[in-house]
């Protein structure tokens, strides 16, 4: 089984990579989370190495080795226990990871059901199923620094963030669901310096996905 892998990056997609091995090509699965901050760090050709989780997916006519990526140790635990919850599988895991791992923590850890429901492919019941699977268990994952990439990104004061946020409730949004979108809009630019750049990246995103639905 492959613990960990280094290489060369051959392409960088949305959800997954192609590391050049020695003249092997793998294609690694990444949750998206953890990609964005792969993004903000490495380009095409760079090398990286990650830390990997392994399994094996069995089709009808065939089994499909399938790798999934993580930056260190403790990201590839989170993604255990959160996979130790019935019905989540590594698949489902790797599309649902979309916010920091230390946000997804502390809303297990605090009961909080609506950003979890936010996630992708998390819908209400499974939601109550990972707080009574994981809750009280996953403390420590709450206390890693990953959603400090939001501040480091740029130098935006804290308040035009929180300006954002409330300007996004206004408009019927979700606080949770705010905080989400103001993450992503800084990983997509981090050069955001007022409320109203913020508003307009997080308009393009929007408009994007939704063309591409």
């Not at 790798?67 to 993604?79: P, Y």
């Not at 989540?88 to 979890?116: M, Q, Y």
């Not at 804290?158 to 949770?176: C, M, N, R, T």
């Not at 508003?199 to 063309?211: A, D, F, H, T, V």
């Amino acid at each position: 089984m492959i613990s960990r892998i280094r290489g060369k990056v051959e392409e960088i997609k949305d959800d997954r990579l192609l590391i050049d091995v020695g003249g092997l090509s793998y294609e690694i699965l990444i949750p998206a989370a953890i990609m964005d901050s792969i993004k903000a760090n490495i380009s095409d050709e760079d090398f990286l190495e990650l830390v990997t989780y392994c399994y094996y997916k069995v089709e009808p006519s065939r089994s499909v080795s399938v790798m999934i990526g993580f930056a260190d140790e403790i990201e590839r635990e989170f993604f255990i226990k959160f996979i130790s919850v019935s019905g989540i599988g590594p698949k489902a895991a790797v599309k649902a990871l979309s916010l920091p791992i230390s946000t997804i923590a502390e809303a297990i850890d605090s009961a909080n059901h609506t950003l979890l429901q936010s996630l992708p492919g998390v819908g209400r019941q499974r939601a109550r199923e990972i707080i009574a699977k994981l809750q009280g268990k996953v403390g420590k994952y709450g206390l890693m620094r990953d959603k400090e990439k939001i501040s480091r990104a740029g130098t935006v004061d804290g308040d035009i963030q929180k300006e954002a946020v409330q300007v996004l409730v206004q408009l019927q949004y979700k606080k949770q669901e705010a905080e989400k979108m103001l993450y992503q809009a800084f990983v997509s630019n981090p050069n955001l310096k007022t409320v109203e750049e913020i508003l307009n990246e997080i308009y393009r995103q929007r408009s994007k996905k939704g063309k591409n639905e």
